[in-house]
């Protein structure tokens, strides 16, 4: 199936990370969506989110990442290539937010307001986007 999903990325102590993962796609040149997740659990560690080596071809395509914090508890991500370069096709990573622990608990973490977009700036409608949920201890 061709997705976006959230994987964890693991973490240490009081830090989460949250992956941000393509599978199967075509032509994927560039996505946009917000990242919903309890805020009563989580605090987003501004700065720290990394950009993964999919879109960039392992840093042989320029690309932009921005990050932005838009309320608590949502993160409005953009992530593309830059410049006359097909898109990405295959799986791998995107790029990955740090939180650390807020309190103990359970909730969803969500993609909202997504597109994901070919190299000739169509939408591709066949994306899943697949969220998940998140235990705090």
Known sequence: AISIDLTSGGGSGSVFILEVD?????DLYGASFVVSYPDDLLDFTRNSEEEGTFLSDSGSVD??????????????????????EPGASGSGNLLSLRFTRRAAGSGPIEMIDQAAVDSFGDVQEDVTWIGGSVTVR
């Open 63 to 84: 690309t932009d990442l921005q990050v932005s914090e838009r309320t608590s508890g949502e993160i409005v991500v953009g992530i593309t290539r830059l410049g006359e």
């Open 22 to 26: 393509a599978q199967s796609v075509t």
